[in-house]
């Protein structure tokens, strides 16, 4: 059997780290993967409790084994109202997942972070690609079928800025400074919402 090997992580980290309180009681991480926000969080904030949902089999297998989350649950994002109540998580992260359901159902699913969470954290590509046939023909669910704008989150309250590389130039320099004013000039919108 070969290793596990981190072959990819989001380039903005330590923005998102930033984004989750210091003091989390509970965080919900929707979309987990492979649980690096669970793992981070876990390290960094040390949640009461650390919840990760995905639909992909395999992630929830991978989380598991690894005992990143105190509870795992396998969903399907596209099907609301999510079967947690109102205000049970202090925070609700969704990093890298919206993109993966339609406009339609992306739209419902934020209404249900607000439903579930007091602080909602999203992150999501600032233009559309399309994934990789390899990733897609092992994990069906990693197709990306939207497209979100600042736009698409300041109308719902969140507050947006840019992180990772300067999109149009693909630059790895520091531009923090840049993110609030020009967030769509930047590889990754992160969305907040109290």
């Known amino acids: 059997m070969e290793p596990e090997v981190a072959t990819w992580t989001r380039p903005f980290l330590h923005e998102l780290l930033e984004e989750i309180p210091k003091d989390v009681v509970s965080l919900i991480d929707v979309g987990c993967g ?6 981070i969080t876990r390290i960094y904030r040390s949640p009461r409790r650390l919840v990760g949902v995905d639909i992909f089999q395999d992630y929830i297998d991978f989380c598991e084994k690894y005992i990143i989350y105190d509870e795992l649950h396998r969903l399907d994002l596209r099907q609301t109202p999510l079967p947690f109540q109102d205000r049970e998580f202090s925070v609700a992260t969704c990093i890298e997942t919206i993109e993966h359901l339609s ?3 992306g ?3 934020l209404e249900e972070l607000r439903r579930i969470a007091d602080t909602v954290i999203v992150s999501t590509p600032s233009s559309f690609f399309r994934q990789p046939k390899s990733h897609v023909a092992r994990n069906p669910f990693q197709a990306h079928v939207s497209k979100w704008t ?3 989150f300041k109308k719902r309250g969140y507050d947006v800025k840019g992180v990772g590389s300067l999109a149009a130039y693909k630059l790895a320099i520091p531009t923090r400074k ?3 004013k020009f967030p769509r000039l930047h590889q990754f ?5 109290p």
Do not use: F, M, N, Q
């Open 107 to 109: 739209e419902k699913l």
């Open 103 to 105: 406009k339609r159902h």
């Open 189 to 193: 919108l992160l969305a907040r919402a």
């Open 178 to 180: 840049l993110t609030s």
């Open 150 to 152: 600042v736009e698409d």
């Open 34 to 39: 492979r649980g690096i926000v669970g793992a």
